[in-house]
C-alpha cells in the first residue's frame, strides 16, 4: 500500500491530459495560475495523513492505508467515515476535498455491479486503495432536454454511450457536465446519471480511464477564476473546484476497466447507491460551512454592536436550528447505518433528510447573515486601499465597530466571500443541484419512507380495522 | 411497592376534592359524563401494566414498580423512557397521558433542589412510586401583566405566593392556570414558572399537595366538552385531558412537603430542570400525533384519488420530513443524554430542537392535511344520517372516492377531529403552548449552543488569529 | 321591482322542501334550532336594505332594486360592489351572507351562455331581481375518484348528469356538494364544475330549480352545530352557514330554466365566468375577517401586556402586512376591471393574487394569533363559570393582565372562536377550499399572466434579440 | 433651464474631486477603466431625455426641464413619476441610474426643512433643476457601535458632525458610508441618517456641497469590479454603481448650502421625509429587475425542457407571484397618493409593503431561479472558449437543450450573472440593505398602519362595546 504525499499527487497529475481552459490547451495543471489552487486544495485529501492520521490513516492486513478508500463494514465506521469528512473540509473551508466522491462511486460499485463487472471493480478498487490514487467522478450527462429520455433525444450523444464494441474494448461518445476534480485527478470514473429502460441498452454503461486517455478533453470551467489577494478574498483566494464539462470523444476502454456494459436494469441501482454514499459525504463535508455560516453571523452581529437586539436573537437562533439540526441528522445517519452485501451504507431516509435540510435552509440562513452583516459586504474597501497605510487609517477610524476597524473589515470581508462573491454563489448554486437536486431529495424521501405504521395507526384510530 | 390497576386508580379519585366545572360543584370526577372519559384516558397510565409490561413495569430492588417512576440512570434508561412515552401516548391517541409530566417534575426536584428541600422530594419520590400515585404539576402562574415579574404586579396574587409561616406549614394564596390532570390526579405538585429575582423571595416555593387540601379548587375549563359519537368524533369522543384554574386559597402546607421555601436563587434552575425532562415528555409523547398527520395524508390522498398529483406527492414528502425530523431527533436527545448529579437528562439542545421542529411544522403541516382533505371536512354528514339506513346508502353512492364511500368518510371524520374541530384546536394551541412556547424553545436553543467552535474556526479562516 | 324584507325573505323559505338533519326531515328551516342561525345571518343580506340603503340600494329605471343584482357596468360599479360585499360580510362577523355567490352565478350565465340558454340566463336574470330572490349555487360536484373526469366514473352519477329529455325538459340525476345556502335559498343554481370533453356532453348542464322541487333533497351538515351562549361562543353563536349535500334524484327540469344543455365546450368558461366573481365576492367579503384577525391581535396583546416585545412587534408586522397586501389587492382588482361582452370583470390576475395571499397566509396569521394569545385559548372557563357571582370573581381576579380579567377573557374567548373551535376549523377550511381551492388559485395565476414584456426584456438582456 | 446631454454631464465630473480606487488616486472618473462603466450607466439618465421625452421632459414655465426635478403636484403626477423611473431603470438593466435618489432628498427637504434651511433648499433644488446636475445622497453614517447613538459613541466622528461654525459657514466632520453615485456626481446631498435626541445636536445637520470640495474625499468600493465581456458577464459588463466611503476631513459649509443646522428635532422627519419617496423610487426601479427573474426563468425553464414539470410550475407560479404583487402595491402606492404641503407623496404604508414583498421575496426567488437553471451556472465555459472556433462546436453540441446552445448557454450566463456572480450578490445585497433594510421596512409597517377599524370592530364582536 501507498500513502502518497501532497507532492507525489501534483507529480501523478503532470502528464498528456487534455485540459482546456477559456480555449487554451493547459500544458501543465500544477503550475496554471487558475489551476494550481485548485490542485493545492485537493491535495489536502494527502496532507491529511500526517495532520490526521487517526482519523485519515487505516491499517489494512498490516498495511497503512489512505481511510478514504476502506469500505465501511461496521456502524463505528460509517461514523469515523464521517468525522474524516467533516475533518478534511474544515481544512479545506467548507469545500468538498477530493477523495470522498471518489470513494463513494468504489463503494457503490462494490455493491451495484454483477458478474465481470463486479470482478472489475473490485479488481479496480483494490489499485486504487494500492496507489492511493485521485479519482473524479463524472456522472451527470449533459442531458439535452430534459423531458426526454436517452434514446429519445434528438442527438444520441447527449447521454454517453457506447458506439462501439470488440473483443477487448468498448468506444464511448458523449458528454458528462459538472464533473469535480476532472483537471486534477488520475482517473475518471464514469456512472450513469439515471435509471434506463430497455431502449436505453447504448447508454447503460460505467467504466473507469486515466485522465489523459486518448479522446478525453476536459474543459475547465472558469467560473470560480479567483483573486489571490486574501484581504478582499479570504476563502476564494485559498479554495476551489475545478469543474469540467468531459468530452468523450469516441474513446476506447479496455472491457477490464468496465463495469456496466449495456445492463440498463442496473444503470438505476448503481446510480442511486453511489448517491447513498455520496449524499453522506455531502452532509458531513457541509458541516464546516455550517460553522462558516453560525460562527460568523455571530462575530457580525458584535461587530456591528447588535447582537442583543430582538430580531438579531431571532435571526441566531434560526441559524443554529439549522446548522445543528443537519449536524444532527448527519450523525444519526451513521447510528442507522446497516449492513447492505457487506459494505454498511448510513441511513437513506435519515441522510436525504439531512441534505433536504440544509438544501432548504441555506436560502435563508445566507439571507440572514446578510442582513446581520449589513451594506459592507458590497461598499467595502479594496486590498488597494488596505495596503496604503494613508488610507488605512481613515479605514481604521471609521469602519471601527464594537470592535476595531480591522476586525470589522475582516469578518465582513469574509462574509462578504462565502455570500456576496462569485465563491458564495459557487455555493449556493451547490447548495440546490451538487449531490443530487434538492427536487432529488424530496423524491428519495417518499420512495425510502415506509407508511406503515402511520397508515395502520389511522386505520385503527379511524375505525377502519 | 404498588402497581395500581385502572380500577384503583379511579377509586383513588373519589374524595373530597373541590371540583368546580360550568359553575357547578362535581361530585365525584369518575361519574361526571364530561369529566369521565378524561379519567379514563389517565387510566391507559395504569392499564399499561398489563398491556406493555416489558417496557412500564420495572424492578426496583425486586419490586415491580411503575417505570415512570424510575430515574434514568444511563442513555439506555432515556432510550426506554422515550419509548414508554411514545408507547402510552399511542394508547391514547397522540394525546399525553397521565404519568409523565409527574415524573418529569420528580426527576427535576431530585435535581435541582438541596437541604431539607431536597429530602422532603427524596421522601415524595419514594412514596409516590411505592404508591403508584398518579401526579399533576402546577407550574404556570396566572401571571396578570406580563412585562412585570411577580412581585411588581398590582395584586401581588398574580403568582402564586407564601403569605404565612409558622413551625410547621407554610401558607400560600394565588392561582396556576393550565394545569392538566389536576381533578385527576392524587397529588398536585407545584412549581416555580420562571426565574426569580431577590424581590420575588415569597413567590419562590414548591410543595405537593392531595387534591382534597382544604383551601384548593380546581376549576376545570369546559373546553374540550366533548361529543360521545364516535362517527363524527372518532378522537375526542375517546381521549381528551381535564386542564383546570387551580386556585389556591391560603392553602397551609405541611413543611414536610414543601420542595422550595422563598429560595428565589432556586427557582430559575428548579423550572429549567423540569423542562429539560418535561420538553423530553413532549416531543416522545407527540410521534404517535405525527404518524396521526402523516397517516391519515396518506388515506386521504389514496381516498380521493389524488396520490400521484406533483403538489399532493410535495405535500406528502413535507409532511415525512416534518414528522421524522422530530422523531429523530427525539431519538438522538436520548442518545446524547448525559449525566447531571445521577440522573441522566436528555440533550436539551437536541430536545429544544426537536421541539422547535414539531412546533414551527405544526400549522403547516396541518394545512396540507386539509389541502389533501377537501372541504368534506366540514361539510359533511352527522352520525344521524349515518345511522339512518335511508340517508346511509345516499351518503355511501356519493361519497364514494377512490375507495369505498363509508372508508372516506371514516377518514374525513377522522381528518376533520384532528385539524378543523375543537380537538383539533386543542392540539393546535398545544403545539404552540404546551411544555413551553415556542418563543421559549427559541430562547433556550440560542442559550444551549455553545459557539466556541464555530466562531474559532471562523476567526481562523478570516486572518483573526 | 321588490326590495324584501327579512320576514318576508324568512316566509319564502316556509314550502315543501325536502331538508334532511341528522337523519331527520326539517319541518320548517326557519324554526329548527341549528337552522335558524343561519337563516338569521343570511338575512342581513335583506336587512343590509334597511342599514345601509347608499351601498344596498340601486336604482333600475326608477325602482329601487337590490344593489346585488345590478351588473357591473364600470370601474366604479365594481369598486362599489366590493364595497357592499365588505359590509354585509361584516354585518355578518366577515362569513359570507347569501347574495354574493348568487349574483356572481348570474352574471357568469350572462357572460358565458348562448343561445337559448343565454336568453333563459336572462330570464332567471330579471326576475330575481325583480322578485329579490334568495338565490345558491351548486357547482361542486362529488367527483368520486378525482383523477378521472365525469364519464370515466365507475358510478356515472358521481357528476351531476341529464338522464332523460323530452320536449319541455330535462331531467337530471347525481350529487352536488358544499353547496351553501341551499336549505334557506328560494332557488338553486347549477352550474358545471369543470372544462369538460366530448365523452362528457351529459354531464355539461347548468339550469335553475326551486328549492322544493320534487327529487330535490337537501342534507344539511351538522358540522357547524353551534352553542347558543355568547360568552364562550361570540362570533359561532350568531354566525354560520348551512352546507348540504344536494342531491338531485332524477329532477325534472323545465327547459326554460335551462342554461346549458348539452354543451360540453361552454362548460369550462362557464365555471370559470362564475370564478371570476366569485373570487372577488372571496377576497372582499374576507377583508372583515381579516380587520378581526389583526384587531384581535392588537387587544390580546395589549390584554397580556406583551405589546412592546420583539417578537410580538414582529408578528403584528407580519399580520398587517398580510391582511393589508389581501385588501390592497382586492381594491387593485377593481381598479384593473375591464369590459366583457357588457358587464365589467374585476382583473383576474389580480383577483387571484389577492386570493392566494390570503390563502397562503391564513394558517400562519392565525397561528401567530394563536402564539400571543396563549394558552387560555383551550383552558379558560365556560358560561356557565362564568354566571355564577361567586366564580365569576375567582375569574375576575385571576384573569386579569393589563386589562380587566372580563376584557382578557372576552378577547380571549373571541379569538377560541376564531381559531381553536370549530367554527376556527370552519374558517380555515374555507380559506384553503372555499372559492377555488389555493391550487386552483395557482394554476389560474399562472394561466393568466403574459409574459411577454419578461420574456422579450431577458432575450434583449442576454443578447439574444 | 437646460437639458444636459450625456456628454455634457461626463464633462461635469471632470474637475478636482478627490477619488480614491484601490489606494490611489483617481486622476479622471471618466477615463477609469473601473469607474467609466459606472459613469455610463449614470448617463443613461440624462440619454432617456431624447430616448423617452414623453417621460423625461417636463415643460416648466414653457422650458423643457428633466422630469425627474419636478415636484409631484397630483395623483398623476405620481403615477408618472413611477413610470419614468421603471423606464430609466429598464434602461439600465434593473439597477437605479442616477437622478432618482437626488430628487427624493430634493422633495424630502421641500417637506421636512424649516425657515433659512428651507429657503437654501428652494434655492438649491431650482439650481438643479436648471442646471440639470447630478446628485448623489449621503445618508447612512458608519454608526460605529450600533448600540449606541451618535453622541454616545467612543468616537464623536462616526456620526457626521458640525465641529465649527463661523458666521458664513460651519465645518463638519465624519464619514457617510454606502454612498452611491458620489464619485460621479455633481454635488453630494448630506441628510441625517435617524432621529436625534437633545444630546444629538451637533450630529443634526444636513447641506449640500459640490463633489470637489476641499477636505472631502471619495474612498470607491472596489466590489463591483467588472469584466468587460458580455458573454460570461451579460449584465454586469454594461450596469454598476460606484458606491464610497465619504470622508469629510473638517469641510467648511457655507451657510447658504446648509439645510439642518443643530435641529436635533428635525432630523428624525427629514430622514423619513426623504425615505417616503426614496422608497417608492426603489419599488419602481426594481420592477425591471422583476420582470429579469421572471422572464429568465421562463427561459431557463424552456430551455431545459422542463416547463411542464409539476415542481417547476409550481416555482413559477410563485415568481409571478411575488413580482406581480410588488407591481400592484408600488401602482397602488401612487394611486393612494396624498397631498403633504404641497408635495404630493405616494402612501407610505403601501410602499413600504410592495418594499416588505421585494425584500421577503427576493431570496426565494432567485433561488428558484437557481432552481429552474441548473448547475449550469457555475460550471459552464468561458469567453475564450466560445470564441475559440474548435471549443464552440463543442459547446454547442453538447449545451443544447430543447434550444440551441447557444441560447442555453447565454440565458445561463444571464441567470449566472444574475444570481451567481458579484453582480447578483451586490443585488441581493441590496435586496435586504438598500433605501432601508428589511427590519427598517417592517418597523415603519407598524407605524404606519392605523388598527382603529380594526380594534373596534373586534370589540363589538367581542362584546366590549
Known amino acids: 500500500m501507498t500513502l502518497r504525499t501532497p507532492d507525489e499527487y501534483r507529480a501523478g497529475l503532470r502528464d498528456g491530459r487534455r485540459v482546456v481552459y477559456q480555449g487554451e490547451r493547459v500544458a501543465d495543471v500544477t503550475a496554471h495560475p487558475q489551476l494550481a489552487p485548485a490542485v493545492g ?11 490526521h492520521p487517526d482519523l485519515a490513516v487505516a491499517d489494512v492486513g498490516g498495511e497503512p492505508t489512505s481511510a478514504f478508500w476502506v469500505p465501511p463494514r461496521s456502524i463505528d465506521d460509517l461514523r469515523r467515515r464521517g468525522r474524516l469528512i467533516e475533518q478534511v473540509s474544515r481544512l479545506g473551508g467548507g469545500t468538498i476535498v477530493l477523495k470522498e466522491v471518489g470513494s463513494d462511486a468504489l463503494f457503490a460499485l462494490l455493491r451495484a455491479t454483477a ?68 483537471a486534477n485527478a488520475d482517473e475518471i470514473v464514469v456512472l450513469p446519471t439515471r435509471a434506463m429502460g430497455r431502449d436505453d441498452r447504448d447508454w447503460a454503461v460505467s467504466f473507469a480511464v486515466p485522465a489523459d486517455t486518448p479522446g478525453l478533453t476536459l474543459y475547465v470551467s472558469p467560473f470560480s477564476e479567483g483573486d489571490p489577494n486574501t484581504f478582499e478574498h479570504p476563502l476564494s483566494s485559498r479554495h476551489k473546484l475545478l469543474e469540467s464539462l468531459t468530452v468523450f470523444d469516441d474513446v476506447r476502454v479496455p472491457k ?100 433536504y435540510h440544509f438544501a432548504h435552509g441555506y436560502g435563508a440562513a445566507t439571507a440572514h447573515l446578510v442582513d446581520l452583516a449589513g451594506g459592507l459586504l458590497i461598499t467595502g474597501p479594496g486590498v488597494g486601499d488596505w495596503d496604503n497605510p494613508e488610507v488605512r487609517s481613515v479605514l481604521e477610524k471609521y469602519y471601527a465597530g464594537a470592535v476595531p476597524g480591522e476586525e470589522r473589515l475582516r469578518i465582513a470581508n469574509f462574509v462578504s466571500d462565502l455570500t456576496a462573491r462569485a465563491y458564495g454563489g ?15 431529495e424530496k423524491l428519495q424521501i417518499l420512495r425510502e419512507f415506509d407508511s406503515t405504521r402511520a397508515v395502520a395507526y389511522v386505520r385503527d384510530l379511524a375505525g377502519l380495522g
Chains 1, 2, 3, 4 share one sequence.
Do not use: C
Not at 459557487?426 to 432529488?440: K, P
Open 256 to 355: 477490464d476497466r468496465v463495469f456496466l456494459n449495456r445492463e440498463p436494469e442496473r444503470a438505476g441501482p448503481l446510480a442511486l447507491a453511489f448517491v447513498d454514499f455520496h449524499r453522506f459525504t455531502a452532509i458531513n463535508y457541509k458541516l464546516p460551512l455550517l460553522d462558516m455560516v453560525v460562527g460568523s453571523a455571530v462575530l457580525m452581529a458584535e461587530a456591528n454592536g447588535i447582537a442583543k437586539a430582538g430580531h438579531v436573537r431571532a435571526k441566531l437562533t434560526e441559524l443554529i436550528t439549522w446548522a445543528e439540526t443537519v449536524r444532527s441528522l448527519a450523525e444519526l445517519s451513521a447510528l442507522r447505518g446497516a449492513d447492505d452485501n457487506g459494505v454498511f451504507r448510513p441511513d437513506p431516509l435519515t441522510v436525504n433528510m439531512a441534505k
Open 115 to 182: 458478474g465481470q463487472g463486479r470482478e472489475n471493480a473490485e479488481a479496480f478498487a483494490a489499485r486504487v486503495a494500492r496507489e492511493d490514487l485521485a479519482l473524479a467522478v463524472a456522472q451527470t450527462d449533459v442531458k439535452g432536454d430534459r423531458s426526454l429520455g436517452p434514446s429519445a433525444q434528438k442527438d444520441p450523444d447527449l447521454y454517453l454511450r457506447i458506439v462501439d464494441e470488440d473483443a477487448d474494448s468498448i468506444t464511448v461518445r458523449g458528454a458528462k457536465t459538472h464533473t469535480s476534480f476532472s
Open 426 to 440: 459557487y455555493q449556493r448554486v451547490l447548495a440546490t443541484h451538487a449531490e443530487g437536486s434538492f427536487e432529488a
Open 41 to 51: 486544495h485537493s491535495a489536502l485529501g494527502y496532507a491529511i495523513h500526517d495532520s
